[in-house]
């Protein structure tokens, strides 16, 4: 069954702690993205890979991190100079040939205590 | 970089009524504009789209109008259900460069449908 998987669905994190949120897909997408999800914000992009070994950053990067060593996986890295992480966070991916429909995975949501 | 501004935040309507949701950009050079429905708990999911060289898309119940000149476009639910609360975002991209598959989303509009 082909989809985008985002795990863990919900996870909490002590302050000074980096976290990382994994992302995989098996629709043989070549880009993928994170955005944040905040109540009244939409959604904002912090990373985007559109090639293997390649990412750029989006409108909120700082305090994030991110890597694309696999075209499958695009894993997420909540760092602790990220001053508020606590958030829902949402994986998509997309084929070539922009524009294209973003393909969601069903989200992680991080809570920092 | 491009800004996209929706409105309203939240919407009511009764069964039956019809709903609209607008957006506007500011970077002219955007030419694809996609509308996301996210139910409740679930993931957000393309309903429909539109791209520049189109002035109006209609899917059944939905359908997207585009002003260029004002830089702005609009979601049109009519006959509306309750199946159709959810949370609606608008976006918009522009091609080229590093900007490549990039879309800007709109902050969301919370649509209650009441039986």
């Known amino acids: 069954d082909g989809g985008i998987t985002q795990s863990p669905k919900y996870l909490f994190r002590k302050e000074g702690q980096n976290v990382t949120l994994s992302c995989e897909q098996n629709?043989?997408?070549?880009?993928m993205y994170w955005y944040r999800q905040d109540p009244g914000q939409g959604l904002r992009l912090i990373y985007y890979?559109?090639?293997?070994?390649?990412?750029q950053k989006g409108d909120i990067a700082e305090g994030y991190s991110v890597s694309r060593e696999k075209k499958e996986s695009f894993p997420l890295t909540v760092t602790s100079a990220q001053k508020n992480p606590t958030a829902f966070y949402l994986c998509?991916?997309?084929?070539?040939?922009?524009?294209?429909?973003?393909?969601f995975g069903e989200g992680s949501r991080l809570t920092v205590l | 970089g491009e800004n996209v501004e929706q409105h309203p935040s939240t919407l009511s309507v009764q069964e039956g009524d019809s709903a609209v949701i607008k957006c506007t950009y500011s970077?002219?050079?955007?030419?694809?504009f996609p509308w996301y429905k996210q139910e409740l708990g679930k993931r957000p999911q393309l309903i429909i789209d539109?791209?520049?060289?189109?002035g109006e898309k209609k899917d059944q119940r939905i359908a997207v109008t585009l002003n260029k000149t004002a830089k702005h476009f609009s979601l049109h639910i009519t006959e509306t259900q309750p199946e159709d609360s959810a949370v609606y975002f608008c976006?918009?991209?522009?091609?080229?460069?590093?900007?490549?598959?990039?879309?800007?989303f709109g902050q969301g509009t919370i649509l209650t449908v009441h039986p």
């Open positions: 998509a991916s997309s084929t070539t040939g922009w524009p294209g429909e973003l393909f």
């Open positions: 629709l043989n997408h070549d880009a």
């Open positions: 890979s559109q090639i293997v070994n390649d990412f």
């Open positions: 970077d002219s050079a955007s030419n694809y």
């Open positions: 539109i791209r520049s060289n189109v």
């Open positions: 976006a918009a991209s522009f091609p080229g460069g590093t900007s490549y598959g990039k879309l800007t």
